[in-house]
């Protein structure tokens, strides 16, 4: 019938009320955020502590503005769970996971590396998800069952079959004594891998895994916001996240490690009874 309007496809997100997809949403959210972060990196900060290693910026706190703004005004019925608010409970299946800086130690202290998170999740499950470099204008997105790209190609995660031949890369995170189990297995691997990075953004960590930049991430310590997009990138760009004990990772799940199914199956493997593993 003319003038009529497209059945929705089950279980697809439904049209923003502009009638834009929610990831075309997240992408315009992730921009305009980072158009702010960038403009700022170069000047003076205000920097807070929220614990003994843990910063928040007044830029971190603009970016999330316009965040919250643009997704709130195009889907008012979701929930949100944002880092730097308090969270918005709608009683939606859907939530808003945002991240206006992931990565804000990096750019509180001049270096280049660190990003915006803006994603979607149906209950535990994520359905959309973005993460942007703003400084390298490096867009990587994914939506459920459709693939991951950067900057509009497909990535896929490291085809590498053996640990000896990888690039191994983690973070520190807040919790000093997990960290320290992390720094211990590291070294109880060592030579057998290629080589490491500490990055400074887990969410950077999980997409340049998914990218097959690196070879393996894993963390023992994130919240929602951290990793919400990127549980969707690796995944739809060929990988797996599965928890420190190997079991599949979702939304809510504090540690993570990010690879193919054959590398993870060879971490597991050369990391079984260290402490980071037990704990």
Not at 251 to 276: C, D, K, M, N, Q
Request: with cysteine.
């Amino acid at each position: 019938m003319a003038g009529a309007q497209p059945e929705a496809v089950p279980g697809a997100v439904p049209p923003s009320r502009s009638g834009r997809s929610a990831l075309d949403v997240s992408i315009d959210a992730a921009r305009r955020a980072g158009e702010i972060i960038r403009q700022r990196f170069h000047t003076e900060k205000q920097v807070s502590f929220k614990g003994r290693a843990d910063i928040v910026t007044d830029v971190d706190l603009a970016a999330e503005k316009v965040v919250l703004d643009l997704v709130r005004a195009e889907y008012p019925e979701f929930s949100v769970l944002s880092e730097e608010s308090a969270p918005i409970e709608t009683g939606s299946q859907y939530t808003w996971v945002i991240d206006p800086i992931d990565g804000t130690r990096n750019f509180a202290e001049g270096i280049p590396h660190f990003c915006v998170v803006v994603a979607l999740a149906r209950g535990d499950q994520m359905v959309v998800g973005v993460t942007y470099d703003p400084i390298t204008e490096e867009l990587f997105t994914a939506q459920q069952g459709q693939g991951a790209f950067l900057n509009g190609d497909p990535i896929k995660v490291t085809n590498r079959q053996e640990m000896a031949d990888c690039l191994l890369s983690f973070d520190l995170g807040y919790v000093d004594e997990k960290a320290g189990t992390a720094l211990d297995m590291i070294r109880s691997l060592w030579p057998g891998f290629q080589s490491m990075r500490l990055m400074g953004s887990a969410a950077l960590g999980m997409a340049y895994a998914a990218a097959g930049r690196i070879d393996l991430y894993f963390h023992h310590s994130l919240s929602p916001w951290d990793m919400a997009s990127g549980i969707l990138l690796a995944r739809e760009a060929g990988g797996e996240v599965v928890d420190r004990q190997g079991n599949i990772a979702n939304l809510y799940t504090p540690s993570v490690i990010v690879s193919s199914p054959r590398i993870i199956e060879r971490f597991l493997a050369a990391t079984e009874g260290t402490e980071w593993r037990r704990g």
